[in-house]
């Protein structure tokens, strides 16, 4: 077999109907796209969603005690304590850092008038765990906590609203009855909505300072955060070992972390992954089903061709080769295409991205895997589709042939 000439063949025949040959491969191009842009839109997406969700407050672990409907049914005995916090820092190793919090509901005399805020009692640990960042002054130091400081960190929010002209760092802002003076202002690194206890407009305080509006200085939300993601389970079930250890057997204490939610997360971008990919798969079908079309017409006008190359020697596996080249021609060379859109698109966003500076810039991973499986399905498609064409060139008789017109 000549190989050689066979591609050769094969080539100026793609060269002799271009337009023919471009509109076949245009399938195959966006099938191909698709393929690598869909894998690049999930690993993205997914990793936006693990850093939202990491961002709250990395590898954490929370409990709080479930309030009964009937409430002599809980004791102030069931709730979490300071001990407690101690115990878990104490008897649980992959732990690093263990906080508590209690929020009340207050208020705060703002621009002349009377704000609902919600006053949170944080004990040590808090801002690491939570993330928090803050935008001036500073966060509370250990000399605040032993010293019980009437000091306060406020929300980006309420600083606004309480203090819009002025800094804040150093002014006093009334909550109830006691007067704090504000040493830092602080926003969440990612906004969680209301939905922790922290609110639109809120007021950090030592926690030792929840026992002059509370009576008692017990801990609603318990934090624990694990040294590692992969412990993040183990930290869970030892808490919950802990507390119901520590505390009358009637209690019921509620612990869970951020795992399943990511886990929800991740199950949604795969079952989006894998529907997006089927679309792709159909596309690159349809293509397929266009080259097996365009090459059944083409074999049909090169009938006589065909015939003439039979009878001046051409073998049958010849004839096929020819027809699978140009199928795989046609293929490959949209595959590469589209790739190559595919590659340069995210290429452009992250450039676009950075030009208008959003916040909070999004990498776009591009996987070399499907790149590598985008460019073998779509050459193995345009093969497959084009064996049938092939076939059949390589299967007339010369004599037919010859005589067709």
Avoid at 26 to 50: H, K, P
Avoid at 237 to 251: N, T
Avoid at 283 to 292: C, E, H, K, V, Y
Avoid at 377 to 388: D, E, R
Wanted: glycine share 6%.
């Amino acid at each position: 077999m000549n190989w050689e000439e066979t591609s050769k063949l094969a080539v100026e025949a793609l060269r002799a109907n271009k337009l023919r040959a471009t509109l076949t491969m245009l399938g195959v191009i966006i099938g191909s796209a698709c393929i690598v842009l869909v894998v690049t839109v999930a690993l993205t997406g997914r990793r936006y969603i693990a850093s939202q969700i990491e961002a709250v407050g990395s590898n954490i672990v929370y409990a709080w005690l479930e309030q009964s409907n009937t409430s002599q049914n809980v004791s102030l005995a069931d709730q979490i304590s300071l001990g407690d916090l101690n115990a878990i820092r104490e008897g649980v190793p992959q732990v690093v850092q263990v906080s508590g919090t209690n929020d009340i509901p207050m208020n705060v005399v703002a621009d002349r008038k009377d704000r609902p805020v919600r006053l949170i009692g944080v004990t040590q640990g808090f801002q690491q765990i939570r993330k928090l960042v803050i935008l001036q002054g500073r966060y509370f130091d250990d000399a605040d906590f032993s010293t019980v400081s009437k000091v306060c960190v406020v929300s980006e929010h309420l600083a606004h609203a309480a203090f819009p002209i002025d800094n804040p760092v150093g002014q006093q802002i009334h909550v109830g009855e006691l007067s704090f003076t504000v040493i830092g202002t602080f926003r969440e690194r990612v906004a969680t909505f209301g939905q922790s206890e922290i609110r639109e407009d809120s007021v950090l305080v030592p926690f030792p300072l929840i026992k002059y509006y509370a009576g008692d200085n017990f801990i609603l939300t318990l934090y624990a955060q694990a040294d590692r993601a992969e412990d993040v389970p183990q930290v869970t079930q030892d808490v919950a070992r802990i507390l119901r250890g520590r505390h009358r057997p009637e209690a019921d204490y509620n612990v869970q972390n951020l795992t399943s939610i990511l886990q929800i997360a991740r199950n949604i971008s795969m079952a989006l992954t894998i529907v997006l990919l089927l679309i792709a798969m159909l596309a690159l079908t349809i293509s397929g089903i266009g080259i097996m079309n365009i090459m059944l017409v083409t074999v049909t006008e090169r009938t006589r061709e065909i015939g003439i190359r039979k009878a001046i020697g051409a073998q049958r596996r010849e004839i096929l080769l020819q027809f699978l080249i140009e199928a795989a021609l046609i293929s490959g060379t949209g595959a590469v295409i589209g790739i190559a859109l595919a590659v340069i698109i995210p290429f452009v966003i992250e450039a676009l991205i950075q030009f208008l500076q959003v916040p909070g810039g999004i990498t776009i991973p591009i996987s070399w895997l499907s790149v590598l499986a985008a460019f073998v399905v779509s050459c193995a498609t345009g093969v497959l589709f084009g064996y049938l064409p092939a076939k059949k060139a390589a299967s007339l008789l010369p004599v037919e042939s010859l005589r067709y017109e």
